[in-house]
């Protein structure tokens, strides 16, 4: 938190002091930030503050998972192939069709990474001209090996927000004070407030009086 603290000021007053001195310098500068976490619930849970995650949230832009740009795989794949292969010393004519479904079927958790670790790996054990891959190595996970889930992140979102509603209901909808609904769940009031924003939860229909 404290060097959320740090980044904030250096984004809107633009300006730091140095480890060991206590005279501000002025900067001028343009930050890009990259992150694969949530961070619109790291702030409903507190983890992340808020005036640093409108700061930094001018201009976003998502990037969208392997998975869901299933067309460039096969571009990635002969880029990736002919990468390796110069530096194996060796040249595939051809890629299987199994791989390349395989390859495009594949989740891949670990995107682009794991991409070039599973090419990598095949460029150096291949025999012969045409690329090919150990199935194995991708099939337990697998898209169509899969069957459908409930996302983890899903589930526990849905717990909490039953929680809080819960916890809302039994304090009448009151959030602060020693029968709150923040005092029952034993968490700050504005860590509670921003759950009930992020969640959308109306705290007025549990309002009896």
Known sequence: MEAQI????????REFERIGSTEPLKVDVRVVAATNRDLERAVAAGTFRQDLFYR????PIRIPPLRERV????????YLIDRYAKKAAKKFRAISKPALELFE???WPGNVRELQNVIERAVVLCDGD???IDETWLKRTSRQASGPEVPFVATVVAQEKELIEAALAKSNGRIAGPSGAAA????PRQTLESKIRSFGIDKHRF???
Do not use: C, H, P
């Not at 930094?56 to 201009?59: D, M, T």
């Open 130 to 132: 045409t690329f090919s």
């Open 6 to 13: 740090a980044l904030l000021r250096v984004l809107q007053e």
């Open 207 to 209: 309002r009896t009086v």
């Open 56 to 59: 930094l949230n001018v201009f």
């Open 184 to 187: 029952k769940l034993g968490i």
């Open 71 to 78: 067309d460039d795989i096969r571009l990635l794949v002969e």
């Open 105 to 107: 079927t594949y989740d």
